[in-house]
């Protein structure tokens, strides 16, 4: 089983680089749908995945097609949108026989409307205020992420760990 953050035509390189650290630090996959906002080897989303790229799994997908394509069984595909009446954490993503995939859209318009239409069923929502238009995308990749990994049991990672220097001994 492998869960993956799917970036739907990502344009700020700072989020995308701040998700592929949490996904080389969750043992995540990342698959970028083309057309980039910038180009992956931009300094500034270097700067944001720090020194840890080398430990991110990454897919590019010319395409959404192209992308749906390499997806086995699209009934573990979830689409997040502040426009679905389901919470993400309402969704049950324990089976870790089946890879998960978390589709988040481009930072100014999200998913295509057709789209999500198309799979309503599939979309979630991160619970928010009417305060502000959207969450940060990188967050919200963040929070998604862990609450899947929590209802797996957090396959492959650390629960606990001493350090030599640990500050709570």
């Known amino acids: 089983m492998t869960n993956h953050i799917v970036l739907y035509e990502p344009l700020i390189p700072a989020n995308t680089g701040n ?21 992956t080897d931009d300094k500034h989303l270097k700067r944001a995945g720090l020194d840890y790229w080398d430990k991110v799994n990454i897919h590019y997908h010319k395409n959404l097609e192209a992308f749906l394509a390499t997806v086995p069984d699209q009934q573990y595909l979830y689409l997040i949108t502040k426009f679905a009446k389901e919470a993400y954490s309402d969704r049950d993503v324990t089976d870790t026989s089946v890879d998960h995939y978390f589709m988040f859209g481009k930072e100014t318009t999200g998913l295509p409307e057709t789209f999500m239409r198309d799979n309503e069923d599939k979309c979630l929502r991160i619970p928010m205020s009417e305060n502000i238009r959207a969450l940060n995308l990188s967050n919200c990749a963040a929070l998604v992420i862990f609450d899947a990994l929590r209802q797996q049991d957090f396959p492959g990672l650390e629960k606990s760990h001493l350090y030599d220097h640990d500050k709570l001994k």
């Open 19 to 39: 998700i592929a650290r949490t996904c080389a630090g969750t043992n995540t996959v990342l698959d970028l749908i083309e057309p980039l906002g910038f180009e």
